[in-house]
């Protein structure tokens, strides 16, 4: 593990001052074999999508990164709208993760996140976004190194 101690003193640090969690998973074969975690709750194959020029006969990365960050973003979503006092009951959040060639010669990622808040008025789920934005450990990791989009709706 690399540290990405910030150099800039006016850069926010939103690393942890305490790890509450530690969740573990191995790959076998990268993108065309399997994930496990540790606990045995997932065991997922994991397949090349044919826009990649895999046969698409499993999940893949990008999947698990959306799957992750709409749940954690959706729940930091639920915790700011519950401290501010609203019921977010019936609301969502659907992510899309692209990947593609960047100009380094490797690949990057692009996220779009369409949040739905139903029951509440656009000031106010604005408000709330932006205050989930902060809170989620997904949008703290990924800030200013992917783009991210945020779509309510």
Request: hydrophobic share 40%; with cysteine; charged share 20%.
């Amino acid at each position: 593990m690399t540290d990405d101690t910030a150099t800039d003193d006016t850069a926010v640090d939103t690393r942890p001052m305490k790890i509450m969690y530690v969740a573990e998973a191995t790959a076998h074969g990268g993108r065309d074999g399997y994930v496990t975690s540790q606990d045995g709750r997932l065991e997922l194959k994991v397949a090349m999508p044919p826009q990649l020029g895999g046969d698409g006969n499993g999940t893949n990365p990008e999947q698990l990164f959306a799957a992750g960050y709409s749940s954690c973003f959706h729940n930091a979503l639920v915790l700011v709208g519950r401290r501010a006092g609203f019921d977010l009951t019936g609301s969502t959040v659907a992510a899309k993760v692209g990947i593609g060639p960047n100009r380094q010669r490797g690949y990057g990622l692009a996220v779009a996140l369409s949040v739905s808040l139903p029951v509440l008025d656009q000031d106010v789920a604005e408000k709330l976004v932006d205050a989930a934005h902060e809170v989620c450990p997904y949008s703290n990791a990924t800030r200013g190194n992917i783009d991210v989009t945020i779509l309510l709706g």
